[in-house]
């Protein structure tokens, strides 16, 4: 079993829907969790953290759910610009160096 | 703000020959890594650097090694290149540890025929 995981997609939406990712990681002790965004042929730039209170930046909702090991990000009115790969990424247990990437799922906007 | 600068972007290397990816930070950070990353796996750690002075194995160590020059600069040699050593490597920096954001590098599309 893969350490992180996710739905590769694509997903493949109509500008102004909204879609959701899902990931699921390994390691109880990981201690914290991000949404990178990856262009394509681009290096990977964070999108937002992720809390387990959840957490909001405009259109973009994050969610953790330590119990069921699970983080999942939702995107309301998307744009064509949305279109990109979303990397989920889990940092391991505190005073360690190991972060994990999820493969990414991609998403294209359509107008 | 130049961040993390890798040289070079793009290269073509015939099987065996060598070759050293350069990458260099201005932000003063403390830890350093490299990563490749080919299709559908994702990116996977290579090498890193906690701090100047030292480095560790990551998950996919074998056929590279690495050079902490300063706190700046952290290089990837690849001694013997193998096709399978084809792929997009990045670097990437962060304050300390294995809190917070990591900041990548542009990226190093390498070749190897």
């Known amino acids: 079993r893969k350490e992180v995981e996710q739905d590769p997609g694509p997903f493949n939406v109509p500008e102004g829907a909204t879609v959701a990712f899902n990931c699921t990681y390994s390691?109880?002790?990981?201690?914290?969790f991000f949404w990178y965004r990856q262009d394509c042929r681009k290096e990977p730039k964070l999108l937002m953290s992720?809390?387990?209170s959840g957490n909001e930046d405009g259109r973009f909702t994050a969610q953790l759910n330590r119990a069921s090991q699970y983080i999942s990000l939702l995107i309301r009115d998307s744009k064509l610009s949305d279109s990109a790969t979303y990397l989920c990424?889990?940092?391991?247990?505190?005073?360690?160096?190991?972060?994990?990437f999820g493969a990414g799922t991609r998403l294209f906007v359509k107008a | 703000n130049a961040g993390v600068t890798q040289t070079p972007k793009f290269q073509v290397l015939k099987t065996g020959q060598s070759m050293t990816l350069q990458c260099a930070q201005d932000?003063?950070?403390?830890?350093m890594y490299w990563y490749r990353q080919d299709p559908g796996m994702g990116l996977r750690l290579i090498y890193y650097?906690?701090?100047?002075?030292?480095?560790d194995k990551g998950e996919v160590p074998n056929g590279y090694n690495v050079s902490r020059l300063n706190k700046r600069e952290f290089s990837l040699r690849l001694e013997s290149a193998a096709p399978s050593q084809t792929s997009v490597y990045f670097c990437?920096?962060?304050?300390?540890?294995?809190?917070?954001?990591?900041?990548f590098g542009e990226g190093s599309r390498l070749t190897v025929l």
């Open positions: 990437a920096s962060r304050f300390r540890g294995n809190t917070g954001e990591l900041f």
């Open positions: 390691n109880s002790a990981s201690q914290s």
């Open positions: 992720v809390y387990s």
């Open positions: 990424v889990v940092n391991g247990p505190t005073g360690g160096f190991k972060t994990i």
């Open positions: 932000m003063n950070h403390n830890s």
């Open positions: 650097s906690a701090s100047e002075g030292t480095t």
